[in-house]
Every structure is written in structure tokens, then in C-alpha cells.
């Protein structure tokens, strides 16, 4: 079946530098991608969207990349700090706003 | 800003009991999904609705069912509770069409004995 998949499970990160997060999709008549952050004990927390017809968004220090020729789409956290510590999910959209989302990515922030 | 919330942070029930999990939100949306999450397998989707009193199955239905008599309510029921539904519950709100996030509540750890 269609799946979303992440390459790294955990990512090891110095405080300051720029983390780069990736993902595989399988589907390719979505046509919405989403980022979520999920802190310890809580519930994932909307960072960005892309839309298929783009190639680039960006936000608050965060980047999302959507390359649709290989079906991978990538978040850029520049300048990283320990409150950026978290599993990351990326997920695509499918009918009635269904998200399918990856196993996650760890990102553990180191002084 | 979206409100989703949960009944319980953390519940602990025994095995064959019948569970209610609650899910309100504040931000009249019309559809609104239940997840599990566990170690390694990330969100999987248990069942979802687009509206008030319609539901339709999502990926892994079997052992719970749902019900949604008002907008801003979803319930998901384990009709008898089993340990391998020992896990993280989910819920999330969306608004009807285009392409709109969905917010989550904190969610709620089940624990089956």
C-alpha cells in the first residue's frame, strides 16, 4: 500500500547548526504535505505545510523542500536549540484530509 | 487559536472492561480522527468523521467503535478492552475542505492490564 516513510530515526544535532530531516512518500497524487513536531508527553504540533505545486516554503526558521520527481520531501531547522529536541513527522493527505505520517524522526539536540 | 482536548491524560483499565475515551474541540470542525500511536509504527488511524453522526473506519477499526452526536464531540469506545490496545490515543480536528492541518489534543495513555 501507499506509505510515508522517514530515513533516519534519530538525528544527533549540536546546538546552533542546522538540522535536515527527510522523508519518503509513495503517493503521488497527494497534494498536501504536513511537518509535525511532538514533544515529550504531548500531542504533535503543527510546523508547516507544502502543497504539491510548490517546490519551497518557508517558515519561522524551519524549511520545507518538496521534490516530487523522487518523492521526497525534507525539513530545514536552521540554527538549532535544545527546545527543537522532539520527534518530527512528516505526512501527506489523502481523502476527507486523511493523513498518512511516517514513523518518525528523533532529533536530539546536543550543547 | 484550535483547542483539542482529551478527557484523561492517563487511564489505566483491566482487561474485558468497556472504555470511553472523550475528544472535544472548540473550533467547530467539521471532521475529526482518533489515532493510536506506538513505538516504531508512529500515527495509525482508527477511525475518523467528516461530520456529525457519520464515521468511517481508518486503517486499524477492529476492536473499537465511535460516535459522534455533536460537532464538537468524538468518542472511541473499546467495547472490551484487550492488553494489545495498551497505547498512546490520538485525537485530532480538521476544517472541511481544501487543505486545512489537523490540530491534535495532548492524547491519552491507555494502559490495559
Known amino acids: 500500500g501507499e506509505s510515508v516513510g522517514l530515513h533516519l530515526p534519530t538525528l544527533s544535532v549540536q546546538e546552533g547548526d542546522n538540522s535536515i530531516i527527510n522523508c519518503a512518500y509513495s503517493n503521488s497524487a497527494s497534494d498536501y504535505f504536513i511537518w509535525y513536531k511532538q514533544e515529550s508527553g504531548k500531542g504533535p504540533q503543527f510546523i508547516i505545510d507544502?502543497?504539491?505545486?510548490?517546490d519551497k516554503r518557508q517558515g519561522q526558521r524551519v524549511t520545507v523542500l518538496l521534490n516530487k520527481t523522487v518523492k521526497h520531501l525534507s525539513l530545514q531547522i536552521a540554527a538549532t536549540q535544545p527546545g527543537d529536541s522532539a520527534v518530527y513527522f512528516c505526512a501527506e493527505t489523502g481523502a476527507w484530509g486523511k493523513l498518512q505520517f511516517g514513523a518518525g524522526t528523533q532529533v536530539v539536540v546536543t550543547p | 487559536d484550535v483547542k483539542v482536548t482529551q478527557s484523561s491524560r492517563y487511564l489505566v483499565k483491566r482487561t474485558g472492561e468497556k472504555v470511553f475515551l472523550e475528544c472535544v474541540q472548540d473550533?467547530?470542525?467539521?471532521?475529526m480522527f482518533w489515532y493510536r500511536q506506538d513505538p516504531g509504527l508512529g500515527l495509525r488511524l482508527i477511525y475518523f468523521s467528516y461530520d456529525v453522526k457519520m464515521k468511517e473506519k481508518g486503517d486499524i477499526p477492529e476492536g473499537y467503535s465511535v460516535s459522534r452526536e455533536k460537532k464538537e464531540r468524538f468518542s472511541l469506545i473499546l467495547e472490551s478492552a484487550s492488553t494489545n490496545q495498551t497505547s498512546m490515543y490520538l485525537c485530532a480536528s480538521r476544517r472541511q475542505g481544501g487543505a486545512d492541518t489537523q490540530y491534535f489534543g495532548p492524547g491519552t495513555r491507555l494502559t490495559v492490564l
Open positions: 507544502i502543497r504539491s505545486n510548490m
Open positions: 473550533m467547530d470542525h467539521e471532521n
